[in-house]
């Protein structure tokens, strides 16, 4: 069994930064096509981050050039990075990882931005 775990969001202020992680544990052989999503109150979740299988970045619109989608693959985190944040980011955010080709996703951590 698979298990991603995220780390605590939290509350910043407007152009602040935080960093989420998302840990994947339990028997991995392979970990594809990362990405994480968000969604807002009222409103469809909306893909934020992505890599590839192929090792790809793609940002989503509203975010590219303030967030940064990674991996450290020696032990199986993701991160996202976010920088100059605005209140239309907060939202619940999820970590979504294809492992040993099945889709897992995490609990989902709370990102409010306000002053």
């Known amino acids: 069994q698979v298990q991603l775990v995220e780390s605590v969001g939290g509350l910043v202020q407007p152009g602040g930064s935080l960093r989420l992680s998302c840990a994947a544990s339990?028997?991995?052989?392979?970990?594809?096509?990362i990405r994480w999503d968000r969604q807002a109150p009222g409103k469809e979740r909306e893909l934020v981050a992505r890599?590839?299988?192929?090792?790809?970045?793609y940002n989503g619109e509203a975010v590219n050039g303030r967030f940064t989608i990674s991996r450290d693959s020696t032990k199986n985190i993701v991160y996202l990075q976010m920088n100059t944040l605005k209140p239309e980011d907060t939202a619940i955010y999820y970590c979504?990882?294809?492992?040993?080709?099945?889709?897992?996703w995490g609990q989902g951590t709370q990102v409010t931005v306000s002053s």
């Open positions: 890599i590839t299988s192929s090792s790809r970045t």
């Open positions: 979504r990882l294809v492992v040993n080709h099945r889709i897992y």
């Open positions: 339990g028997r991995i052989f392979n970990i594809s096509d």
